[in-house]
């Protein structure tokens, strides 16, 4: 097996395909990583969830970290993810972006998933706190992991 560092483009590619990556962000020196469902269009990643922990702490600290993976039969491919985060309001400045987003995002089976399940029973009300964000991309890598010298 080979690992060989992957090139924006092949990382692009498996984000692309991707649709569920782990989030990590920090606050007071505590990490916190949650999965979350999203959407990669031009330099930037969309995603969807209800208020919590992670909206709390990305509102403190913008600076996140992204992982997605892909592997088939004993090959993997990994992208990490540096970026910024901005929650995006559905009226003011941010209203075409959070259109945007919502758009990209309803393509996709289930795309309220994870970020719109709590394990715990909610309020049932006539407003739902929902909100989306983005996550300008400041920088991607990525490593594969293949049989061969000549794996994509």
């Known amino acids: 097996m080979i690992v060989k560092e992957m090139s924006r483009h092949d990382c692009s590619s498996v984000v692309q ?7 990590a962000c920090c ?3 505590k990490p916190y990583v949650v999965p979350i469902t ?30 997605i993976d892909a592997s088939s039969e004993g090959e993997w491919k990994s992208v990490v ?6 929650e995006l309001a ?5 209203h075409r972006e959070y259109l945007h987003a919502w758009s ?4 996709r089976v289930n795309w309220w998933e994870p970020g719109g399940l709590k394990p715990a029973p909610q309020e049932v009300s006539g407003h739902y706190p929902h909100l989306f964000f983005s996550i300008d991309i400041l920088e991607m890598t990525g490593r594969a992991c293949c049989a061969s010298e000549t794996c994509n």
């Open 17 to 23: 395909e991707g649709h569920v990556a782990c989030l």
């Open 27 to 29: 606050l007071d020196d």
């Open 38 to 67: 999203y959407a990669y269009s031009g330099n930037c990643l969309y995603a969807f969830s209800m208020p919590g922990r992670k909206i709390d702490w990305m509102r403190k600290n913008p600076n996140v970290c992204l992982q």
């Open 81 to 86: 993810i540096y970026g910024r985060y901005q």
């Open 90 to 94: 559905p009226t003011g400045q941010w």
């Open 104 to 107: 990209l995002l309803e393509k």
